[in-house]
């Protein structure tokens, strides 16, 4: 597979990016890393005439440790996330969750921001434009129908990624840029910031929320309180490279012995990250002990429905909700009380 023609273009601050952004709309695509975005274009998923290169924008590219939490630039690598002693020290489960994104050679390549944005994924959709010739366009492809699941009345592709669930139930932020009236920011860099959760819309064919002339252009991670402990379990085919079949993170903040927070997020189930909200329900005000550890994992189990658009069987992967869920809050629990 090639990549089509397009023309190249390279912004050398936000606000050039921004401009070229709002002038060629949706003939353009923004590239960080470009490890999801040209593939995609290899395949014939994504046409575009312009593609617009912020790699090379200074300022976005940053991890700083302030009082209130951790800031993190849209354009840092994977690997500086995996290198960082700021996140190793403060954050050590950013960490554990960009280590199991892919491989090396992606994470080298890869920004926070592209990963947070990429897009949902179905064995249906992610093909070549060969082996598609042979089917019905799809909704994800502008079809009427779903190729997942007989007569779906929506898009059923899932999103699969590994940052978006931990730093959802860290409590993150995200910050949007974009131009305002006449050309100028309304802002120097944003214009808006909203929690990550509501960066995703939960729709297949559309599952990042942002408007047409916006960039991600900053994570804020609040600093949690008191104790806590945090984990993220991932099942995949294989060790390295394959996205999640299912992903499970699990923060958890403590009162001596006492939860009194828990967040349960999951990926790979549904097209956006799922927060389990009862699971996390059921741990608070409880002193965690195998019973309730169970129960918060039934929990998961009994709010996951996932389905087979992206490999493996939806009963297989729906009890290993289950079994992940019980793995990250044990772990998350460990870490906190120091065992």
Known sequence: ?????????????????????????????????????LVSMKQGLVCLKYLINLKEIPGLDFVTCEENGLRIGALTRLETLIRSPLVKEHFPVIAQAARSVAAPPIQTMGTL?????????????????????????????????????????????????DLAPVLIALGAQVKLARRGAGGQLLRRWVQRTIPLVELYTGKGEHPIGLLPDEILTEIEVPRPTGLWGADYQKLRYRGAMDYALVGVAAVLNFDEQECIQAKIVATAIASAPVV?????????????????IARAAQAAYDAAHPIASIGSTPIYRRKMVRVLTQRAITRAWGEASGQ
């Open 113 to 161: 921001g592209g990963n947070l944005c990429q897009n949902t994924r179905c064995l249906y959709y992610n093909q070549s434009e060969f082996w598609r010739e042979a089917r019905p366009d799809c909704f994800k492809r502008g079809g009427t129908g779903c190729q997942a699941i007989k007569g779906g009345a929506r898009c059923y592709s899932a999103y699969q990624g």
């Open 276 to 292: 389990m909200e009862e699971a996390g329900q059921i741990l608070q005000g409880k002193r965690l002990d195998p019973e309730a």
């Open 1 to 37: 597979m090639r990549l089509p023609e397009f023309e190249h273009l390279q912004p050398s601050t936000l606000d050039e990016a921004l401009g070229l952004l709002a002038e060629y709309g949706q003939e353009a695509r923004l590239n960080a890393g470009g490890t999801d975005l």
